[in-house]
């Protein structure tokens, strides 16, 4: 590791567990939201990224929502609260066990708004639950569809048929949001040289009806970012 990559690496260390620790006092959801945008706007001006919202007027600016996006990088979560920021849509993100075990990540993960999913569980009947109990206390559900970050060299990879689901069980309109640029790419430039200025592009997309049936969320997705 160059020294740029041990001194951003401790930097976010210490922020992640610092705001993990602040938000274990924090319970209510605009108390969160609040938070998660301070976070994500700090560590992002530390790596010197921008991010432009492309359709902002098609951001709703309340109610609740299945918000579904592609996944490429590790701050996909923090572009996010960024493009969410002037919205008062709050969401609880869908989180894997990994990240509720990391070091890095656990603390923060566990206070910041989130439900666990555990693949090794014997029934998802629990997460199901959390879920239900989240949105009937008014919040919305924030998930990246593909289930893990999408390494390949396609543009998007097979969703997975939870988020599906989680929409007809809930009742959830689809708010999709795309990150046009490589994430995943502008995050190890950044780390590397942050005293350069990058720029991340999301893409705020039509609200999907849960109710059509007539094409899946990922061909409503694909159809809707103009993707194959």
């Not at 994500?40 to 996006?69: C, D, F, H, V």
């Amino acid at each position: 590791m160059t020294f740029n990559q041990i001194k951003m690496a401790l930097y976010s260390t210490i922020l992640t567990n610092y705001y993990g620790f602040k938000l274990t006092n924090i319970k209510d959801s605009k108390g969160k939201k609040k938070a998660r945008i301070e976070y994500a706007s700090t560590l992002l001006n530390k790596l010197n990224i921008k991010i432009k919202i492309i359709n902002e007027e098609k951001l709703p600016q309340e109610g609740q929502y299945l918000l579904i996006s592609n996944h490429r990088s590790i701050i996909d979560p923090l572009t996010i609260e960024i493009a969410t920021r002037h919205s008062s849509i709050f969401g609880y993100w869908i989180a894997k066990k990994e990240l509720y075990d990391s070091l890095f990540f656990g603390k923060f993960t566990r206070n910041a708004g989130t439900i666990l999913l555990d693949r090794e569980a014997s029934q998802m009947s629990g997460f199901f639950k959390d879920i239900k109990n989240c949105v009937k206390e008014g919040n919305s559900i924030f998930i990246f569809p593909e289930g893990t970050r999408n390494k390949t060299g396609l543009e998007l990879t097979e969703f997975k048929e939870g988020s599906q689901i989680i929409a007809i069980k809930n009742r959830l309109p689809i708010l999709p949001v795309y990150i046009r640029s490589k994430a995943d790419e502008i995050l190890l430039s950044a780390i590397k040289n942050p005293s350069k200025g990058r720029e991340i592009e999301i893409v705020i997309g039509d609200i999907i009806d849960y109710k059509d049936k007539t094409l899946s969320i990922e061909e409503a997705y694909r159809r809707g970012f103009n993707m194959a």
